[in-house]
T-cell receptor
Framework: DSGVTQTPKHLITATGQRVTLRCSPRSGDLSVYWYQQSLDQGLQFLIQ???????AKGNILERFSAQQFPDLHSELNLSSLELGDSALYFC??????????????FGSGTRLTVV | AQRVTQPEKLLSVFKGAPVELKCNYSYSGSPELFWYVQYSRQRLQLLLR??SRESIKGFTADLNKGETSFHLKKPFAQEEDSAMYYCALSEGVNAGGTSYGKLTFGQGTILTVHP
């Protein structure tokens, strides 16, 4: 167990719907990152939170939003879903030190299928 | 902006042959570089960090700042090395105190080791 927990593991939903993906970081990690992995786009950085605050934003659509709660878990909300949103969504966490000496610890991902 | 390039999408070798997965980066500061491995669409696992100069599962990677490269090498490939490999760069903390360790990934290289 890497310590990063993502739920659910699989999600199938229809176009136009809204879903919430949840991530619990490794104990003690303050930074949470969300990535989208698709076959054609590779790993795309979506957003980063550090101790409850948004720290960096990547290629995240306006239909997507995220937040990090006081207990440090994070949720990624995807709305008005389209077929193209089908992908594997990874959450990762890291030790809260300047730089990234130890890399990330990744969760096992949520596989989203939009039908 | 930082960029990571893995020029080979697919790489096939035979068991026992040497393997080199190429990674080039562009970044104006002092990068922190990593290799991640992903087996069969599972979670990404940290394989190597340039800062530690370690060897994991027989793999090594040397940071060449002159060529802005961080190629991953193994002298004798094994079938169990078949996986997707991602090179990643962290810009650490910038002067503005943001981007607290955001990782930028390359597109990945699928390594297949044939028996």
């Amino acid at each position: 167990d890497s310590g990063v927990t993502q739920t659910p593991k699989h999600l199938i939903t229809a176009t136009g719907q809204r879903v919430t993906l949840r991530c619990s970081p490794r104990s003690g990690d303050l930074s949470v990152y969300w990535y989208q992995q698709s076959l054609d786009q590779g790993l795309q950085f979506l957003i980063q939170y550090y101790n409850g605050e948004e720290r960096a934003k990547g290629n995240i659509l306006e239909r997507f939003s995220a937040q990090q709660f006081p207990d440090l878990h994070s949720e990624l909300n995807l709305s008005s879903l389209e077929l193209g949103d089908s992908a594997l969504y990874f959450c990762a966490s890291s030790v809260s030190a300047p730089g990234l000496l130890y890399g990330y610890t990744f969760g096992s991902g949520t596989r989203l299928t939009v039908v | 902006a930082q960029r990571v390039t893995q020029p080979e999408k697919l790489l096939s070798v035979f068991k026992g042959a040497p393997v080199e997965l190429k990674c080039n980066y562009s970044y104006s500061g002092s990068p922190e570089l990593f290799w991640y491995v992903q087996y069969s669409r599972q979670r990404l696992q940290l394989l190597l960090r340039h800062i530690s100069r370690e060897s994991i599962k027989g793999f090594t990677a040397d940071l060449n700042k002159g060529e802005t490269s961080f190629h991953l090498k193994k002298p004798f490939a094994q079938e169990e090395d078949s996986a997707m490999y991602y090179c990643a760069l962290s810009e650490g903390v910038n002067a503005g105190g943001t981007s607290y360790g955001k990782l930028t990934f390359g597109q990945g290289t699928i390594l297949t080791v044939h028996p």
